[in-house]
């Protein structure tokens, strides 16, 4: 399920994130140059092959990347394969996809769940006009969602689409489970059920063995692009570069080797505002060592400046920046990705070790060697299979993108409207297939720089009147969002309640911003609740303290309180069943249907 992730590891899963285009005959090359005399081209055929759209709800690039699966066994087997974002598909564009989804011989939806069973960004126009006008959407069509099971509404959109899509359901609704293994089961239903349900329907196969044809070029030199930036990479087109102005230790004793946690203050880019509790998106560089090791490998020059065909991100630009700020050179790669690779190596052990890597029947070597020791595609080139030699357009083209990270804002933009705040907790750890440590990408970058590359994007924390109560429950990190309300409410001399139920480790040891807490309590702006859960004979949890405090939280339901959840999905899974005992399921789900329990959760 794709999901906003407030501490990651460097990206796993990200995605090939690059569009179909045709070739521009006219471009500047490394090796020529446009005539004025030239003849002009012929116009293109028509492709005859059957059309296969294939669209995708992502919020972070994984149903895209299956897209990209499709599509490129499609062409191998004969189809005029095309990924579409559904971005695109707004009520001006409408009449437009609908006729073209009926002139496919199949439409394929990958839908991704955002959030508490809603529909990803991209998707949210497409999922109106398909409640709205259900009726006009009858084309042949497949489904397959992606989702997580320790999210309470799994799967909601790819169910949604599948139930109210009309005309003939070519291939059964299918869908993946990201708690487990998302990729095997998107595989089992590919291979199992979509191929073998529209295999009779294929043109004339290609030889799936080639390289396939880069659909991004570039072009060397300092010409800007003029190509409309791609949807799905509008988060490298919206960062801007901000000065980070405080980063001090919020951990009250890190001696019994507790992570990090980092209090860390930005100024707003340029032309940038956010509402309070909005979320910061941050984008990751990667270690400038990786990157020269890259270049040094594939014989590239890290100074040379180009631009792409494409505008999957702002150029022009250099190599260097390209694999330091747009790449997912860490990130472990998928099988399918392998199996790409393979295309581009000679006959002999990278070619064999790859395609190996990347068959069902090797899914434990694949866990063993990729998996587990977090192989990236950086290591993978260098060391694994040195042989794979990639010209620098290649590489953009296999490459997954650097994904943003995502931190809910800890600051009221009413008391800070010129910055914002973070609350980040800098992963770090030893990995148990190799013994080396490694620290968070994003996590790590971030509590050593002096600037950063930042973006705001909007978050499902609202506020309701001044006169309600608020429940605020937030354990670690996840108090991050509550600090923001609460700076928000004493800023409007709330009338209302503000009640927190907040947990850590212990109290002499991770409690984040104690000082602040028992400084609202002394102004009567805050009424606290506290979970230790390595204080006492038995792990005490913020729903264990909610369950003593039952009669109060009834209360203050009964009087109108909103609720609010940010953590980790198990912890939001307890809150949310334990808040059913205290005032029953009917309740809650009101509160839900009227947006009044408001969770932001990650996995």
């Known amino acids: 399920?794709?999901?906003?992730?407030?501490?990651?590891?460097?990206?796993?899963?990200?995605?090939?994130?690059?569009?179909?285009?045709?070739?521009?005959?006219?471009?500047?090359?490394?090796?020529?140059?446009?005539?004025?005399s030239s003849t002009?081209?012929?116009?293109?055929?028509?492709?005859?092959?059957?059309?296969?759209?294939?669209?995708?709800?992502?919020?972070?690039?994984?149903?895209?990347?299956?897209?990209?699966?499709i599509e490129r066994e499609g062409k191998e087997r004969g189809f005029n394969a095309q990924v579409i974002d559904l971005e695109d598909w707004d009520e001006d564009s409408h009449q437009e996809f609908i006729d073209k989804s009926k002139k496919a011989v199949c439409n394929v939806f990958l839908m991704a769940t955002y959030g508490e069973g809603e529909p990803t960004d991209n998707a949210a126009q497409f999922i109106k006009l398909l409640k709205n006008e259900g009726s006009d959407f009858e084309f042949p069509h497949a489904v397959f969602g992606l989702g997580n099971t320790q999210y309470e509404f799994y799967n909601a959109m790819g169910k949604l689409v599948d139930k109210k899509m009309g005309g003939e359901k070519v291939v059964e609704y299918g869908?993946?489970?990201?708690?487990?293994?998302?990729?095997?089961?998107?595989?089992?239903?590919?291979?199992?059920k979509f191929w073998e349900g529209i295999g009779g329907m294929a043109g004339e196969q290609q030889q799936s063995d080639a390289k396939p044809e880069n659909a991004n070029k570039v072009i060397w030199g300092d010409?800007?692009?003029?190509?409309?930036?791609?949807?799905?990479?509008?988060?490298?087109?919206?960062?801007?570069?901000?000065?980070?102005?405080?980063?001090?230790?919020?951990?009250?004793?890190?001696?019994n080797g507790a992570n990090s946690t980092k209090h860390i203050e930005?100024?707003?880019?340029?032309?940038?505002?956010?509402?309070?509790?909005?979320?910061?998106g941050i984008l990751p560089h990667n270690p400038a060592a990786i990157v020269k090791s890259l270049i040094n490998h594939l014989g590239l020059d890290g100074t040379a400046t180009f631009t792409t065909t494409t505008a999957i991100f702002p150029t022009p630009t250099t190599v260097f920046t390209a694999l330091t700020k747009y790449t997912d050179?860490?990130?472990?790669?998928?099988?399918?990705?392998?199996?790409?690779?393979a295309k581009y190596a000679p006959p002999g052990l990278s070619k064999d070790l790859l395609l190996r890597l990347s068959s069902k029947e090797g899914k434990s070597e694949y866990e063993s060697k990729v998996l587990l020791p977090h192989l990236g595609l950086h290591s993978l080139l260098v060391s694994k299979c040195p042989d794979v030699k990639l010209t620098f357009e290649d590489l953009l083209n296999v490459s997954p993108r650097l994904q943003p990270r995502y931190y809910t804002i800890s600051s009221s933009s009413t008391v800070h409207p010129r910055s914002f705040h973070m609350t980040v907790a800098v992963t770090k750890g030893t990995n148990s297939s190799t013994s080396e440590k490694y620290t968070g990408l994003c996590s790590g970058h971030l509590s050593v720089v002096k600037e950063c590359d930042a973006f705001i994007r909007e978050s499902s924390f609202k506020l309701p009147s001044d006169t309600k109560p608020i429940i605020m429950i937030g354990p670690g990190t996840g108090y991050a969002p509550m600090r923001a309300l609460l700076q928000e409410r004493v800023k409007r001399g709330a009338e209302g309640p503000n009640v927190l139920f907040f947990g850590c480790r212990k109290s002499n040891e991770d409690w984040l911003y104690k000082d602040e807490m028992k400084e609202l309590i002394d102004s009567k702006g805050l009424e606290l609740y506290t979970a230790f859960s390595r204080e006492g004979p038995t792990k005490v949890y913020v729903q264990n303290v909610m369950e003593k405090e039952a009669s109060r939280v009834k209360q203050l339901v009964k009087d109108g309180a909103w609720v609010y959840v940010c953590g980790a999905t198990r912890m939001g899974?307890?809150?949310?069943?334990?808040?059913?005992?205290?005032?029953?399921?009917?309740?809650?789900?009101?509160?839900?249907?009227?947006?009044e329990l408001i969770q932001e959760l990650w996995a």
């Open 329 to 341: 050179l860490l990130s472990p790669p998928r099988r399918s990705d392998l199996k790409l690779l």
């Open 266 to 280: 930005v100024t707003l880019p340029a032309g940038a505002k956010y509402n309070t509790a909005d979320n910061a």
């Open 223 to 255: 010409s800007p692009s003029s190509a409309t930036p791609n949807p799905s990479t509008k988060f490298y087109f919206d960062a801007k570069p901000a000065k980070i102005t405080v980063n001090r230790e919020l951990l009250i004793d890190t001696s």
């Open 175 to 192: 869908e993946g489970d990201d708690d487990k293994n998302l990729e095997e089961d998107f595989e089992a239903w590919k291979d199992g």
């Open 573 to 595: 899974a307890d809150v949310v069943k334990t808040l059913k005992g205290i005032v029953g399921e009917k309740k809650v789900k009101e509160m839900q249907e009227k947006g």
């Open 1 to 36: 399920m794709d999901k906003i992730t407030p501490i990651t590891l460097a990206a796993t899963g990200c995605t090939l994130l690059v569009t179909s285009v045709c070739v521009y005959k006219l471009f500047f090359s490394p090796s020529s140059s446009p005539s004025p």
């Open 40 to 69: 002009p081209s012929e116009p293109e055929k028509e492709d005859t092959r059957p059309l296969l759209n294939i669209y995708f709800g992502s919020q972070t690039g994984t149903a895209e990347g299956l897209c990209r699966v």
